[in-house]
Protein backbone atom coordinates (compact mmCIF):
# COMPACT_ATOMS: atom_id res chain seq x y z
CA UNK A 1 0.00 0.00 0.00
CA UNK A 2 0.81 3.91 0.04
CA UNK A 3 1.41 5.63 2.85
CA UNK A 4 3.41 9.31 3.25
CA UNK A 5 5.74 9.73 5.53
CA UNK A 6 7.67 12.37 7.18
CA UNK A 7 8.83 13.89 4.17
CA UNK A 8 8.26 11.09 1.61
CA UNK A 9 5.63 8.80 0.34
CA UNK A 10 6.10 5.31 0.39
CA UNK A 11 5.22 2.61 -1.91
CA UNK A 12 5.41 -0.86 -0.74
CA UNK A 13 5.11 -3.60 -2.94
CA UNK A 14 5.76 -7.59 -3.43
CA UNK A 15 8.15 -8.74 -5.98
CA UNK A 16 6.19 -9.54 -9.21
CA UNK A 17 3.64 -6.82 -8.47
CA UNK A 18 3.62 -3.56 -11.35
CA UNK A 19 4.23 -0.55 -9.71
CA UNK A 20 2.83 2.88 -9.95
CA UNK A 21 4.16 6.13 -8.90
CA UNK A 22 2.48 8.91 -9.22
CA UNK A 23 3.85 13.01 -9.84
CA UNK A 24 1.81 16.21 -10.07
CA UNK A 25 3.52 19.01 -11.38
CA UNK A 26 3.34 22.81 -11.46
CA UNK A 27 3.82 24.49 -14.34
CA UNK A 28 1.46 24.09 -17.17
CA UNK A 29 4.08 25.44 -19.46
CA UNK A 30 6.66 23.01 -18.90
CA UNK A 31 7.44 20.58 -22.08
CA UNK A 32 9.77 18.18 -21.00
CA UNK A 33 9.79 15.45 -18.09
CA UNK A 34 11.78 12.59 -16.59
CA UNK A 35 11.98 10.12 -13.98
CA UNK A 36 15.04 9.55 -11.99
CA UNK A 37 15.95 6.33 -9.63
CA UNK A 38 17.76 7.47 -6.54
CA UNK A 39 19.11 4.67 -4.92
CA UNK A 40 20.68 5.53 -1.40
CA UNK A 41 23.75 7.63 -1.08
CA UNK A 42 24.20 7.98 -4.45
CA UNK A 43 22.95 10.56 -7.42
CA UNK A 44 19.92 10.05 -9.38
CA UNK A 45 19.99 8.17 -12.32
CA UNK A 46 17.73 8.71 -15.65
CA UNK A 47 14.99 6.06 -16.16
CA UNK A 48 13.01 7.48 -18.92
CA UNK A 49 11.66 11.06 -20.61
CA UNK A 50 8.94 12.24 -22.18
CA UNK A 51 8.04 15.34 -24.12
CA UNK A 52 4.62 17.31 -23.95
CA UNK A 53 3.62 16.33 -27.11
CA UNK A 54 3.39 12.66 -26.13
CA UNK A 55 1.03 10.72 -23.61
CA UNK A 56 2.90 7.72 -23.31
CA UNK A 57 6.66 6.32 -23.63
CA UNK A 58 7.79 2.96 -22.90
CA UNK A 59 10.82 1.65 -21.95
CA UNK A 60 12.28 -1.78 -21.09
CA UNK A 61 10.00 -2.79 -18.29
CA UNK A 62 8.77 1.09 -17.54
CA UNK A 63 6.13 3.24 -18.88
CA UNK A 64 5.74 6.81 -18.57
CA UNK A 65 2.27 7.99 -18.86
CA UNK A 66 1.53 11.99 -18.99
CA UNK A 67 -1.72 13.81 -18.76
CA UNK A 68 -1.50 17.63 -19.61
CA UNK A 69 -5.11 18.39 -19.04
CA UNK A 70 -4.42 17.56 -14.79
CA UNK A 71 -0.86 18.30 -15.28
CA UNK A 72 -0.06 14.80 -13.70
CA UNK A 73 2.85 11.95 -14.77
CA UNK A 74 3.26 8.58 -14.12
CA UNK A 75 5.97 5.95 -14.10
CA UNK A 76 4.46 2.43 -14.35
CA UNK A 77 7.17 -0.72 -13.59
CA UNK A 78 6.55 -3.94 -14.36
CA UNK A 79 7.37 -6.73 -12.64
CA UNK A 80 8.85 -4.87 -9.69
CA UNK A 81 12.58 -6.11 -8.60
CA UNK A 82 13.90 -5.88 -5.05
CA UNK A 83 16.32 -4.24 -7.05
CA UNK A 84 13.65 -1.73 -8.25
CA UNK A 85 13.83 -0.56 -4.38
CA UNK A 86 14.84 3.26 -4.53
CA UNK A 87 13.40 6.82 -4.74
CA UNK A 88 12.01 7.94 -7.71
CA UNK A 89 11.52 11.59 -8.73
CA UNK A 90 9.97 13.21 -11.60
CA UNK A 91 11.25 16.42 -12.89
CA UNK A 92 10.62 19.13 -15.65
CA UNK A 93 11.82 21.55 -17.76
CA UNK A 94 9.74 24.51 -17.35
CA UNK A 95 10.25 25.48 -20.63
CA UNK A 96 12.65 28.42 -19.86
CA UNK A 97 14.70 28.21 -22.53
CA UNK A 98 17.25 26.79 -19.92
CA UNK A 99 18.33 23.27 -19.13
CA UNK A 100 16.64 23.65 -15.48
CA UNK A 101 14.91 21.09 -13.48
CA UNK A 102 12.34 21.35 -11.05
CA UNK A 103 11.83 17.90 -9.33
CA UNK A 104 8.77 17.03 -7.66
CA UNK A 105 8.82 15.28 -3.69
CA UNK A 106 10.11 11.75 -4.67
CA UNK A 107 8.25 8.61 -3.71
CA UNK A 108 10.06 5.66 -2.25
CA UNK A 109 9.21 2.51 -3.54
CA UNK A 110 9.84 -0.58 -1.34
CA UNK A 111 9.81 -4.00 -3.15
CA UNK A 112 9.49 -7.30 -0.32
CA UNK A 113 11.24 -10.35 -2.18
CA UNK B 1 28.06 6.96 -22.36
CA UNK B 2 29.27 10.41 -20.12
CA UNK B 3 29.73 10.18 -16.45
CA UNK B 4 29.99 13.33 -14.61
CA UNK B 5 32.04 12.64 -11.18
CA UNK B 6 32.22 14.50 -8.05
CA UNK B 7 35.48 14.79 -5.51
CA UNK B 8 34.96 14.04 -2.74
CA UNK B 9 32.32 11.69 -1.93
CA UNK B 10 32.15 12.69 1.54
CA UNK B 11 34.12 15.03 3.34
CA UNK B 12 33.88 15.97 7.61
CA UNK B 13 34.47 19.37 8.81
CA UNK B 14 34.70 21.53 11.83
CA UNK B 15 32.30 24.44 12.11
CA UNK B 16 34.20 27.91 10.47
CA UNK B 17 36.08 26.04 8.36
CA UNK B 18 35.41 25.82 4.38
CA UNK B 19 35.08 22.79 2.38
CA UNK B 20 35.65 23.04 -1.43
CA UNK B 21 33.43 20.37 -3.66
CA UNK B 22 34.71 19.18 -7.45
CA UNK B 23 32.19 18.04 -10.06
CA UNK B 24 34.04 16.86 -13.67
CA UNK B 25 32.58 16.09 -16.74
CA UNK B 26 34.25 12.50 -17.47
CA UNK B 27 33.96 12.76 -21.15
CA UNK B 28 32.00 15.59 -22.50
CA UNK B 29 32.81 19.37 -22.23
CA UNK B 30 29.93 21.17 -20.08
CA UNK B 31 29.76 25.13 -20.52
CA UNK B 32 27.23 24.95 -17.77
CA UNK B 33 26.99 22.45 -14.91
CA UNK B 34 24.04 22.87 -11.77
CA UNK B 35 24.20 22.24 -7.82
CA UNK B 36 21.82 20.73 -6.26
CA UNK B 37 21.31 20.20 -2.28
CA UNK B 38 19.53 17.23 -0.54
CA UNK B 39 18.33 17.07 3.19
CA UNK B 40 17.30 13.65 4.12
CA UNK B 41 14.03 12.49 2.96
CA UNK B 42 14.04 15.12 0.90
CA UNK B 43 13.86 16.37 -2.93
CA UNK B 44 16.95 17.81 -4.60
CA UNK B 45 16.76 21.56 -4.54
CA UNK B 46 18.53 23.80 -7.03
CA UNK B 47 21.23 26.04 -5.67
CA UNK B 48 22.92 27.44 -8.45
CA UNK B 49 23.97 27.29 -12.09
CA UNK B 50 27.46 27.30 -12.76
CA UNK B 51 28.49 29.02 -16.08
CA UNK B 52 31.95 28.54 -17.52
CA UNK B 53 33.49 32.03 -18.18
CA UNK B 54 30.80 34.19 -16.39
CA UNK B 55 29.29 34.37 -12.86
CA UNK B 56 26.90 31.72 -11.53
CA UNK B 57 23.73 31.94 -11.10
CA UNK B 58 22.12 31.66 -7.51
CA UNK B 59 17.84 30.79 -6.68
CA UNK B 60 16.23 32.55 -4.60
CA UNK B 61 17.46 32.17 -0.77
CA UNK B 62 20.74 30.49 -1.64
CA UNK B 63 23.50 33.22 -0.44
CA UNK B 64 26.20 33.27 -3.21
CA UNK B 65 28.78 34.85 -0.60
CA UNK B 66 28.73 31.47 1.48
CA UNK B 67 28.18 28.63 -1.68
CA UNK B 68 31.22 30.33 -4.19
CA UNK B 69 30.77 28.49 -7.41
CA UNK B 70 33.90 28.79 -9.81
CA UNK B 71 33.67 27.25 -13.68
CA UNK B 72 37.07 26.84 -14.08
CA UNK B 73 36.86 24.89 -17.48
CA UNK B 74 34.59 23.01 -19.89
CA UNK B 75 35.12 19.97 -17.37
CA UNK B 76 35.33 21.68 -13.78
CA UNK B 77 32.72 23.45 -11.61
CA UNK B 78 33.91 23.97 -7.84
CA UNK B 79 31.75 24.48 -5.19
CA UNK B 80 33.12 25.99 -1.84
CA UNK B 81 30.74 25.96 1.34
CA UNK B 82 32.51 28.47 3.59
CA UNK B 83 32.71 29.29 7.26
CA UNK B 84 30.64 26.09 7.15
CA UNK B 85 27.93 25.40 10.35
CA UNK B 86 26.23 22.44 11.02
CA UNK B 87 22.97 23.22 9.23
CA UNK B 88 25.05 23.17 6.02
CA UNK B 89 25.55 19.06 6.15
CA UNK B 90 23.78 18.53 3.31
CA UNK B 91 24.05 15.93 0.56
CA UNK B 92 25.72 18.17 -2.24
CA UNK B 93 24.89 16.13 -6.31
CA UNK B 94 26.09 18.59 -9.22
CA UNK B 95 24.78 17.39 -12.72
CA UNK B 96 25.66 18.77 -16.55
CA UNK B 97 23.12 19.00 -19.32
CA UNK B 98 23.69 16.24 -21.94
CA UNK B 99 25.29 17.28 -24.82
CA UNK B 100 22.98 16.83 -27.70
CA UNK B 101 20.29 19.89 -26.80
CA UNK B 102 17.76 17.83 -24.82
CA UNK B 103 17.41 18.90 -20.96
CA UNK B 104 18.52 15.44 -19.27
CA UNK B 105 20.98 16.02 -17.03
CA UNK B 106 23.71 13.61 -15.51
CA UNK B 107 24.06 13.61 -12.14
CA UNK B 108 27.34 13.10 -10.13
CA UNK B 109 26.90 10.41 -7.30
CA UNK B 110 27.04 13.12 -4.62
CA UNK B 111 29.31 14.39 -1.90
CA UNK B 112 27.78 13.93 1.73
CA UNK B 113 29.20 16.70 3.62
CA UNK B 114 28.87 16.46 7.47
CA UNK B 115 30.13 20.11 9.78
CA UNK B 116 31.05 19.09 13.21
Known amino acids: GESVGLHLPTLSVQEGDNSIINCAYSNSASDYFIWYKQESGKGPQFIIDIRSN ?12 LNKTVKHLSLQIAATQPG ?12 SGYSTLTFGKGTMLLVSP | GAVVSQHPSWVICKSGTSVKIECRSLD ?7 WYRQFPKQSLMLMATSNEGSKATYEQGVEKDKFLINHASLTLSTLTVTSAHPEDSS ?16 FGPGTRLTVT
Open chain 2, 28 to 34: FQATTMF
Open chain 1, 54 to 65: MDKRQGQRVTVL
Open chain 2, 91 to 106: FYICSAPTPGGNYEQY
Open chain 1, 84 to 95: DSAVYFCAENPN
